[in-house]
Each structure stands twice: as C-alpha cells, then as structure tokens.
C-alpha cells in the first residue's frame, strides 16, 4: 500500500500539509519503519480528545463491569470511571460471592456522597463493618438492600435509619 500525499515531509518523515503535521500518515509511516504501534501519537486517540464532561456522562449510563473495563484504558479514563459520580446505583448480586467487607468499605468511601442505591443482596461475607462504613460515609443512600446477607446483627442497621427502603 502506498501513501498519496500532495503534501511535503519533515526531519521525521511526518507528512506536513499547509503548515499542519499530518501525524496520522506519519504514525503509517513509522509503523512500515518498524516501530511499534505503542509510539503512536496519543492525541490521535479519541480517549485523549474527549471533554472529561461528556466521558462522564456517557460513563454514567455504563454497569460496574464496564466502568472497570473503562478504568484500564488510560489514567485519564481510570480517574473517570471510578469518580464516585459514576456509582450513585450499585447492584452486586452478580458478584455476591466474591464481595467482601474491604471491597464495600472502598465503595463506600470513595462513592460516599453519590451513592443513592446499594444493593448486597445474597452477598454472605458483608459483616457489620461494611454497613458501620456505610453510616459512616453514604449520607445520602436512600435503598440499601441487604436480603441474604446473613453476616450482619440485627442492631447494626440503627445508624441507617434515615434509610427509606432497607
């Protein structure tokens, strides 16, 4: 495959258009020279040109498994997907068996403020700890569903009156 350009090269082999780096058919060429495809110029990726505002807003609409996929992309991305603003509806039926009072402690903590709706249904290892951490930091929940969570005292919940559905 060859490269159709009108324009002229720089010291790099980039094409230049009118003043303009044409990185991308630039990136084509290195690629071809044998360099790999991690030296590609990042501002080109669609990650890097988002505004942090619409990345957030589409994140909003995303399940946990795909928000944690989304944390893996770039420091950028991770930053994003595990703003607390992203974790106001939290279900964790799907991972009730590998949920473990660390784990909610951590959601908790960094999604205090945002969380709205927590559900730990059938979640068996959450102990008094994690819901202590939730009158602790989760001001704002107004579901906490704890059905088949057999760790935790009856009197624990206290704290959690403000709670609407429990």
């Not at 020279?33 to 990650?47: A, D, M, Q, T, Y």
């Not at 703003?83 to 960094?110: C, K, M, Y």
């Not at 969570?149 to 403000?162: F, W």
């Amino acid at each position: 495959m060859e490269l159709v350009s009108t324009g002229r090269q720089d010291s790099n082999g980039i094409v230049v258009q009118n003043g303009q780096n044409q990185s991308n058919v630039g990136n084509i060429k290195k690629l071809q020279n044998g360099v790999s495809k991690r030296s590609l110029v990042p501002e080109n990726f669609i990650h890097t040109r988002l505004p942090d505002a619409l990345i957030l807003k589409i994140f909003w609409y995303l399940d946990i498994i795909s928000l944690c996929r989304c944390a893996k992309v770039s420091q950028k991305w991770k930053a994003l997907a595990l703003d607390g603003s992203n974790w106001s509806h939290v279900d964790l039926f799907e991972f009730q068996t590998d949920i473990t009072a660390p784990i909610v402690s951590s959601i908790t903590s960094r999604c205090g403020p945002f969380l709205r709706t927590l559900s730990l249904k059938g979640c068996k290892s959450i102990e008094d700890k994690a819901i202590l951490a939730f009158s602790t930091h989760c001001h704002y929940i107004e579901v906490l569903n704890l059905n088949g969570c057999t760790n935790i005292s009856q009197g624990v919940t206290a704290p959690l009156r403000h709670i609407s559905q429990i």
